[in-house]
């Protein structure tokens, strides 16, 4: 992990660390995931159980997890844990339904409506990531808002281990949230199998979750066929902290993104000099004794960053660059650096907001844009699972109020038939 003082160096290396999954995203991957998605409309089960054998070494047969299972799943987890998991699963619910978009219909003074409607998809399909770690938090922030917009069917797709198992406790939470289609498969080809449908797996309207390159070039390539809830990339956290904030915390929440991902990214931005070297010492001691310290250390090395800052208003700049997926502020006044703000997924406010608490039960959702996305987009929520329809009813009095306007706007694009098919109801 590198520490920065010019702002110019500062800003280069924001940007390499923002394009890291760039090189990535090449033609050799794109060709890899676009045949796996060409089979799987084809071939439609035969290839996914083909594919899940040759990437997750196991056969997936049968490939759903029965609702027995499930349900054993949640009556054989911890009790603590499964209070957890109820306390997390009421704070998300409550939260989202607020976000519920309301229809409206507005009336012209000559007896016209317009109206918006807002409906949910008929059903969805959420992605469970299975590699590295196993995430019953991503279950709930997938499914609950499905489950407040009104989505009838949720299917859920989550690769089992090399046993084919997938982890209890995300079967737990899918029992939780009132998920009855499980499948046993990950990668490109569930994916696939969602985005076409195949004689076991209904064809889904949406698909939310995060995972890999391949999920998510996958994710990509089926848009347009299927809705999808964005292009997650690895996560990453950029903290803004002055001399009043504790260098342990820092480390450690930095390290909380570090966890993820190899590719995953932490930075600090810092107005004091001491504090930088500070979480730096930290950072180094505390790595060794860290259940997954290689992934650590290569996240550290590769894309961790300590900018060492002239004032509060440099920081609010560099971040508002960045664009974080996370951004916690821990200042002696974190309000008035958030005044500042422009782009973030999520902001955390204060040594007691550790960004762990937005991942797994604050009640917005954890799902949120990377690689600068924020600048342009915002979290998972229950429009993801929702569209709109605008319903328009005039009367007679209403178009000959406006039939002119129409005409003359017709005209100018020089659209012939646009303009008759006014003209010709007043003919007489």
Same mark, same amino acid.
């Given at each position: 992990m590198n520490i920065i003082k010019n702002n110019k160096d500062a800003i280069q290396e924001l940007k390499r660390i923002s394009t890291r999954t760039n090189s990535e995203n090449n033609n050799k991957i794109n060709a890899i995931v676009e045949e796996i998605l060409q089979e799987v409309k084809t071939s439609g089960d035969l290839a996914v159980e083909k594919y899940t054998r040759k990437f997750d070494g196991f056969n997936p047969k049968p490939m759903q997890v029965s609702p027995n299972d499930l349900k054993e799943a949640w009556d054989e987890i911890d009790s603590n844990l499964k209070n957890s998991l109820e306390v997390a699963h009421k704070r998300i619910k409550k939260f989202h339904e607020q976000e519920i978009p309301s229809s409206f219909t507005l009336e012209g003074e000559h007896g016209d409506k317009v109206q918006r409607k807002w409906r949910p998809v008929k059903n969805a399909g959420i992605y469970v990531p299975g590699g590295r770690a196993s995430y019953p938090s991503t279950v709930l922030m997938n499914a609950i808002p499905a489950k407040v917009a009104g989505v009838k069917e949720i299917i859920m797709v989550s690769p089992g281990n090399r046993e084919g198992a997938i982890n209890?406790?995300?079967?737990?939470?899918?029992?939780?949230? &009132?998920? +009855?289609?499980?499948?046993?498969? &990950?990668?490109?080809?569930a994916i696939g199998a969602l985005a076409f449908g195949t004689n076991q797996i209904d064809k889904v309207d949406v698909?939310? &979750?995060?995972? +890999?390159?391949?999920?998510?070039?996958?994710?990509?390539?089926?848009? &347009?066929?299927?809705?999808? !809830?964005?292009?997650?990339?690895?996560?990453e956290i950029l903290i803004i902290a002055d001399e009043t904030a504790e260098s342990t915390h820092i480390a450690s929440d930095l390290l909380a993104q570090a966890e993820h991902d190899p590719l995953a990214s932490s930075i600090l931005l810092t107005t004091s000099n001491k504090q930088a070297n500070e979480v730096l010492e930290e950072l180094n001691k505390i790595i060794d004794d860290h259940p997954r310290k290689e992934i650590c250390r290569q996240s550290i090395k590769n894309w961790g960053l300590i900018v060492i800052c002239e004032n509060d208003e440099t920081c609010i700049e560099l971040s508002n660059n960045f664009a974080p997926e996370h951004l916690e502020i821990l200042t002696c006044d974190p309000n008035k650096i958030l005044e500042g703000i422009e782009n973030a997924g999520a902001i955390f406010l204060g040594k007691w907001t550790p960004e762990a608490v937005g991942d797994y039960l604050a009640g917005p959702n954890h799902t949120l844009p990377t690689s600068g996305n924020s600048r342009f987009s915002g979290s998972l929520g229950v429009e993801t699972f929702m569209k709109n329809t605008s319903i328009i009813e005039f009367n007679e009095a209403s178009l000959k109020v406006n039939?002119? !306007?129409i005409i003359n706007l017709a005209k100018s694009e020089g659209l012939h038939s646009h303009a008759n098919s006014i003209k010709i109801r007043f003919k007489d």
């Amino acid at each position: 992990m590198n520490i920065i003082k010019n702002n110019k160096d500062a800003i280069q290396e924001l940007k390499r660390i923002s394009t890291r999954t760039n090189s990535e995203n090449n033609n050799k991957i794109n060709a890899i995931v676009e045949e796996i998605l060409q089979e799987v409309k084809t071939s439609g089960d035969l290839a996914v159980e083909k594919y899940t054998r040759k990437f997750d070494g196991f056969n997936p047969k049968p490939m759903q997890v029965s609702p027995n299972d499930l349900k054993e799943a949640w009556d054989e987890i911890d009790s603590n844990l499964k209070n957890s998991l109820e306390v997390a699963h009421k704070r998300i619910k409550k939260f989202h339904e607020q976000e519920i978009p309301s229809s409206f219909t507005l009336e012209g003074e000559h007896g016209d409506k317009v109206q918006r409607k807002w409906r949910p998809v008929k059903n969805a399909g959420i992605y469970v990531p299975g590699g590295r770690a196993s995430y019953p938090s991503t279950v709930l922030m997938n499914a609950i808002p499905a489950k407040v917009a009104g989505v009838k069917e949720i299917i859920m797709v989550s690769p089992g281990n090399r046993e084919g198992a997938i982890n209890k406790t995300v079967l737990a939470a899918a029992h939780l949230s &009132g998920i +009855n289609k499980v499948y046993r498969i &990950g990668g490109a080809q569930a994916i696939g199998a969602l985005a076409f449908g195949t004689n076991q797996i209904d064809k889904v309207d949406v698909i939310s &979750g995060p995972g +890999n390159i391949y999920v998510t070039t996958a994710k990509k390539l089926i848009y &347009g066929s299927t809705g999808i !809830d964005s292009l997650a990339g690895p996560s990453e956290i950029l903290i803004i902290a002055d001399e009043t904030a504790e260098s342990t915390h820092i480390a450690s929440d930095l390290l909380a993104q570090a966890e993820h991902d190899p590719l995953a990214s932490s930075i600090l931005l810092t107005t004091s000099n001491k504090q930088a070297n500070e979480v730096l010492e930290e950072l180094n001691k505390i790595i060794d004794d860290h259940p997954r310290k290689e992934i650590c250390r290569q996240s550290i090395k590769n894309w961790g960053l300590i900018v060492i800052c002239e004032n509060d208003e440099t920081c609010i700049e560099l971040s508002n660059n960045f664009a974080p997926e996370h951004l916690e502020i821990l200042t002696c006044d974190p309000n008035k650096i958030l005044e500042g703000i422009e782009n973030a997924g999520a902001i955390f406010l204060g040594k007691w907001t550790p960004e762990a608490v937005g991942d797994y039960l604050a009640g917005p959702n954890h799902t949120l844009p990377t690689s600068g996305n924020s600048r342009f987009s915002g979290s998972l929520g229950v429009e993801t699972f929702m569209k709109n329809t605008s319903i328009i009813e005039f009367n007679e009095a209403s178009l000959k109020v406006n039939s002119l !306007d129409i005409i003359n706007l017709a005209k100018s694009e020089g659209l012939h038939s646009h303009a008759n098919s006014i003209k010709i109801r007043f003919k007489d």
